[in-house]
């Protein structure tokens, strides 16, 4: 059965977890959606310690400034790794205590450049080292990262976030001796699922910069076959709806092996 996402403060695997996570989600998230400004103004650079590198005094000035203005704008700021662990203890059994804690699915609804992400995957990628054989860590470790979601407003954080789930990922493996570089399957299939899960736009308004429905898909495994997985994709605003995940409505993918989902055609062109 599918089960919903478990947010940054909501532990329940239910639909109604679902609507909740939705709800305390949005109180990380600036709170007055039409008092954002618009996407372009949005994009100033700068603000994410990753990207703090040698700049001259001006530069830093500027950045400040910017961050000022960013911090009202957007409550652009980034939560410190020991709070973030310390929210995580408090889902500890769907992250990686319990059964099938590999698939367990987090949504974070403000990404900023992937405080949460990053510390998601790997506490889910330490406990896949530590509780499965070596020969399925590659299967599992793309499971896992199948399993977070994202969205995040503005476009150099999301670039951040995006980029730092993926480096995570890579150096797991890297650090394992399994070759993971840009032309492997390995690489492929979890760049193509980080692109897919973690998304640019408007937790509020469930919409893109272009105005589109945020979608996201469910990867889902296979009976019978550990390897396989199908694709399912359903919008976020759909998890807001008493029925929740409106699978249907959107086009379906036929199961393959999870390392090849960047080759898989969908199913309905
Ligand atoms: C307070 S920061 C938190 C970042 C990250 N969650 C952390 O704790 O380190 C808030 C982030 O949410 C983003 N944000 C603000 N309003 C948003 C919205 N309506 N939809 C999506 N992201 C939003 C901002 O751009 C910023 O990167």
């Known amino acids: 059965m599918t089960e919903s996402p478990t947010a940054l403060t909501t532990a329940p695997p239910t639909t109604t977890g679902v609507r909740e996570s939705c709800r305390s989600a949005e109180s990380f998230v600036t709170s007055d959606k039409d008092a954002l400004p618009p996407y372009d103004d949005a994009c100033v650079p700068l603000t994410s310690y990753r990207r703090i590198t040698n700049m001259t005094a001006s530069d830093a000035e500027r950045l400040f400034l910017k961050s000022r203005q960013r911090v009202k704008s957007y409550g652009e ?104 570089g840009p032309r492997t399957d390995l690489f492929r299939a979890a760049a193509f699922i980080v692109r897919t899960n973690v998304v640019r736009g408007n937790t509020l308004t469930g919409r893109t910069p272009g105005g589109q429905e945020i979608e996201f898909s469910w990867w889902i495994r296979q009976p019978g076959d550990p390897e396989m997985t199908k694709r399912e994709p359903f919008t976020l605003n759909s998890l807001r709806d008493p029925g929740a995940f409106d699978f249907t409505v959107y086009v379906s993918y036929e199961p393959c092996p999870i390392h090849h989902v960047h080759k898989k055609a969908n199913a309905d062109v």
């Open 77 to 180: 700021v980034f939560t410190p790794r020991p709070m973030v662990d310390q929210m995580l203890d408090l889902v500890s059994d769907d992250l990686e205590m319990g059964e099938e804690f590999v698939d367990k699915t987090f949504l974070e609804p403000a990404a900023g450049d992937g405080n949460f992400l990053v510390a998601i995957l790997q506490r889910k990628l330490a406990a896949i080292e530590e509780r499965f054989d070596p020969s399925i860590w590659s299967r599992e470790s793309l499971f896992a990262i199948a399993s977070v979601y994202a969205i995040e407003l503005l476009e150099d954080n999301h670039r951040d976030a995006h980029d730092a789930l993926l480096g995570e990922f890579v150096k797991f493996h890297e650090s394992h001796g399994t070759r993971c």
